[in-house]
């Protein structure tokens, strides 16, 4: 009888632990989603400079890296991988084109401010991934040249 009932008391604690396990988990990988989203979405509500917008360009590629997201197209372009990948897009006000972050950081960061150093751009999009709740990807539009 003592033993069945250590042997039911047992399984019940490695129940009990896994449950715990989980919850602490999912409570951690919220938090981190809601921590990352909260830097991202800071940009996405007003409109920003092209210094702003560069950091932010900056922030999502060394994010892709921290993550280990893959790239494609002959290693240039990162993948989407319906988790932690960040993709910013800018459309520009001279051309129908949508360039990718790594277009634009692909020149150096002091020649895109240069060029752009009186522009404003706007987030006109902000997407989610379905499996994490972090920001997958955001569009900014240039609204004004000064």
Do not use: P
């Not at 990988?29 to 809601?34: Q, T, V």
Request: contains cysteine; charged residues 20%.
């Amino acid at each position: 009888m003592k033993k069945s009932l250590i042997i039911i008391l047992i399984i019940f604690a490695i129940i009990l632990a896994i449950i715990g396990y989980y919850v602490y988990n999912t409570r951690r990988m919220a938090s981190l989603s809601k921590q990352i989203n909260e830097t991202y979405e800071a940009y996405g509500s007003a409109e920003i400079e092209a210094t702003s917008l560069i950091s932010i360009i900056n922030k999502a590629i060394d994010d892709n890296e921290k993550n280990g997201v893959e790239k494609v197209e002959n290693g240039i372009l990162y993948e989407d991988n319906g988790k932690n990948s960040i993709i910013i897009t800018v459309k520009f006000l001279q051309s129908n084109n949508i360039y990718r972050m790594e277009d634009i950081a692909r020149g150096t960061s002091e020649s895109f401010i240069n060029a752009y150093l009186g522009a404003n751009f706007k987030c006109t999009s902000i997407e989610y991934h379905e499996q994490t709740n972090q920001i997958k990807s955001m569009q900014f539009e240039e609204v004004a040249q000064m």
